[in-house]
């Protein structure tokens, strides 16, 4: 984990770079990791993302979150094009299969390689449809340990799933958990949340966090507060 900085990833889920380059400034001095997704690398490209990081300062790691999902050589060819970006961390669904993982580890040898087991947004009726078989945290644990065999480093899961995964594969895998709350925020449109300190007891590394600081009137301050609330647990 780096330095001393709290165990968050900001999703910088955000309209324009502008408010992406903001938000990174005023909360990079305290986090470890800034979250770019979808929304902010398809309108910004790389070059947005080197903006971003120079406003958050030089220590702050880089979680690109692609999801990638493809045949092996197209996987390892985009993850070849973003190589220049060093992320510490960049996501492909494990549902993509062993060979596409193994095919992106290999392709970045310097960044670890994240899987996405389920998608928190698919309901147990949503997976019965596409055909995964069994309740869906069985299907998380199965998807775990598929994506770590084939050399994942790091697996995203809800805080529901947390402690199961962990348990599953073992203490060195990193677990990144979004779906975190600090006590008495908004939950919005997350169905499955848990506390900063509740994650972390159960097993998460990263917490990933978005609107309960990117839509603070003081994004900096609430930054710094959810990791004092961290720091104190
Ligand atoms: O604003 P909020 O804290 O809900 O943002 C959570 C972030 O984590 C978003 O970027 C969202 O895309 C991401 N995420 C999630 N659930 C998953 C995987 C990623 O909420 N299962």
Known sequence: MTSNRAPIAVALDLPTLEAATTLAGAVGSTVAFLKVGLETYLRDGAAGVDTIRAAAGSDVELFLDLKLHDIPNTVAGAARSIAALEPALLTVHASGGPAMIEAAVSALPNTQVTAVTILTSLSAQDLAQIGYEGDPLSAVVRLARLATEAGAQALVCSPLEVAA???????????VVPGVRPAGSAVGDQQRVATPAQALHDGADLLVIGRPITAAGDPAQAAKDIAAEIARR
Request: proline fraction near 9%; glycine fraction near 10%.
């Open 165 to 175: 995964v962990r348990s599953a594969v073992g203490p060195d895998v990193r677990l």
